[in-house]
């Protein structure tokens, strides 16, 4: 006898079926060919230029082999080997100061009830628009022999000299350059806190000090190993801070910058590059090492923490904060006066004569506008290029070395220091011929074509600026459910339509930050760029030094002003006109 039971058959599943039976499909190839091609590009702009760098730091200046010999000069020149002791000492300095504040700051922001919040959250960030060599300009108006403070507001204060010529003032300067990089990422750090944990220490009859101690600081140890890595590294390599008001002072960036430009010593200038990149190197592995320990501490349950009214500690804190913020407005005010200003300290009255750059080197406003173009062209094609590479890094299919590879080389460039990136290429892109090592073979360059041309300096502001905008992408990727490229892909919808039409989408206000800081950063960027520029494209980071180089302080200072007033017009234009475009792509999130 028959069953009437009908039988039930499980149709094998879409999304994961077994590995015998995957089927590669030509998206599948497609996707893999833009990978390999996305990894290949990352060597290229990446690790290949690092050996014909290095390798040059083992030749003298006619090109001849002569081994560790420009190691034994650099290490045995008292003078040469004083900047690495200089650099270091200075780095640590900057980091220690950088950290600590932004520390206390950030607390502020997150964890009182000080008023005004919002308003010391954008001043905090001010410091992010305005080029180093202008927070080094800014000092000297205020510090130098000249400045406001030094002779006590022209003789109706009591005078103070801090000798800004030395450690301090770049020590001054890496600080302001430093701490809004550093406040970034300690926000964040201090936000993500479950409030359970200080309803317990309170409940345990705990102190503030001792919550603080075995609660707090724990919980942001990893941002603050972060805080740390990133001001180290910026502070460690910056050129701009020291060239001003570095005096006699020598550090390693400055001493490339002396042997490439002022001797024309490439060998020597290489040899300098890999003692600037050794310590950010191990910064970086250190950092990475770290991070991998990293556990998540706070979990689907957590409570946000609302932090309650305290009277001491919030004024405090006000004061605190205002004193910080007030003086990284002053150094940008006294920027902007001391280029509207005839002659100073002589004559005080307005005139916009300083920004009639005519009559000094540079290149006026021609340089000015190749800046704006350049940082235009770096923001578009940096942050597609970023994008598609998180893309199929994250959401790839197979090949899991390879997203590895590609993930690993997407990382590196945030341990180059911006000289060495910007010397390297000049080794890399500038020879027609490439010498492969210990062989009489040679192979031609198909890439020195774009040496000397507008795209060299986006090529190297892309990569330069790769690694934060990177994680920036691939975090916004990991929150977009997986199950969007799978049902996608059980309907047979091909993954550049499911890209196009879902994820920049839901992507897009991350897309928008990672242009607005290519944007930003490719403005204001000097040590990148100052090795590669041509003579017909001169650059307004660039004219600032060769200003400030010629004694035109006043000129720098406009030109400083221009490039800060852009950059902030620039993000409040940027967020006024994407206000709409933002709502439009993510209509559903109001469904």
């Not at 002022?262 to 890999?274: D, E, K, L, P, R």
């Not at 902007?336 to 004559?347: E, F, T």
């Not at 006026?364 to 893309?391: D, H, L, Q």
Request: proline residues 5%; aromatic residues 14%; positive net charge.
């Amino acid at each position: 006898m028959t069953s009437t039971t009908p039988r039930r058959f499980r149709l094998p599943s879409l999304i994961a079926l077994p590995k015998r039976q995957q089927i590669v499909t030509g998206e599948d190839w497609l996707m893999r060919l833009l990978l390999a091609l996305g990894t290949l590009w990352l060597l290229v702009g990446v690790v290949l230029p690092l050996f014909p760098m290095i390798g040059r730091s083992f030749r003298d200046t006619n090109g001849n082999w002569i081994g560790l010999a420009n190691y034994v000069k650099y290490l045995t020149t008292p003078a040469l080997a004083a900047s690495f002791t200089n650099s270091l000492f200075v780095a640590l300095a900057s980091t220690f100061f950088s950290v600590l504040l932004a520390f206390v700051y950030a607390y502020a922001l997150t964890r009182t009830q000080m008023p005004a919040k919002p308003v010391f959250r954008v001043l905090g960030m001010l410091p992010l628009y305005i080029p180093p060599l202008a927070h080094a300009i800014g000092l000297i108006y205020l510090f130098g022999n000249k400045g406001l403070v030094t002779t006590g507001f022209f003789g109706l204060l009591p005078q103070w000299d801090i000798n800004l010529y030395g450690p301090v003032g770049i020590i001054i300067g890496e600080v302001l350059y430093c701490f809004p990089q550093a406040l970034v990422i300690l926000i964040t750090a201090l936000s993500l806190t479950d409030a359970r944990l200080y309803e317990a220490a309170e409940v345990l009859g705990s102190s503030s000090l001792k919550t603080f101690l075995t609660v707090t600081l724990p919980s942001i140890k990893y941002g603050l190993i972060s805080a740390v890595f990133v001001c180290f590294t910026l502070a460690f390599t910056d050129f701009g801070v020291p060239k001003v008001v570095g005096g006699n002072y020598n550090v390693l960036a400055t001493d490339i910058y002396k042997q490439v430009i002022g001797q024309q010593n490439f060998s020597m200038g290489a040899t300098i590059s890999v003692f600037l990149l050794v310590p950010t190197v191990i910064a970086f592995i250190v950092d990475r090492i770290i991070q991998r320990r990293q556990t998540a501490l706070v979990s689907a349950k957590a409570v946000p923490l609302q932090p309650k009214p305290n009277l001491l500690l919030d004024r405090a804190m006000f004061v605190f904060c205002s004193l910080l913020a007030g003086f990284a407005l002053a150094v940008l005010l006294v920027i902007i006066l001391a280029s509207l200003v005839q002659v100073w300290p002589y004559n005080l009255s307005l005139s916009l004569q300083n920004y009639n750059f005519s009559t000094v080197g540079g290149g006026g406003y021609g340089a000015f506008w190749n800046s704006i173009r350049m940082s235009v062209y770096t923001a578009i094609f940096g942050t597609a290029a970023v994008f598609t590479g998180a893309y199929l890094v994250e959401k790839g299919k197979g090949v899991r070395w390879l997203r590895s590879i590609n993930y690993f080389l997407s990382t590196i460039p945030l341990a180059l220091p911006g000289l060495v990136l910007g010397l390297a290429y000049v080794f890399f892109f500038n020879n027609r011929i490439w010498w492969i090592p210990f062989t009489q073979v040679a192979i031609y360059n198909p890439l020195s074509f774009i040496y000397g041309t507008m795209a060299i300096l986006v090529l190297c502001n892309i990569i330069h600026f790769y690694t934060v905008c990177f994680l920036t992408a691939n975090t916004a990727l990991k929150q977009i459910d997986p199950e969007f490229e799978a049902v996608s892909a059980s309907m047979r919808v091909p993954f550049y339509k499911t890209f196009w039409r879902v994820t920049v989408p839901l992507s897009l206000p991350a897309i928008l930050e990672i242009g607005i800081y290519f944007f930003v950063n490719a403005m204001i960027t000097i040590s990148a760029i100052v090795f590669l520029y041509p003579a017909n494209l001169p650059l307004a980071a660039v004219a600032i030094v060769n200003m400030d180089d010629a004694g035109d302080t006043a000129a720098a200072a406009a030109m400083s002003t221009l490039v800060v007033l852009t950059s902030i017009g620039v993000r409040i234009l940027y967020w006024f006109f994407t206000k709409g475009l933002q709502q439009r792509a993510q209509a559903w999130l109001q469904r």
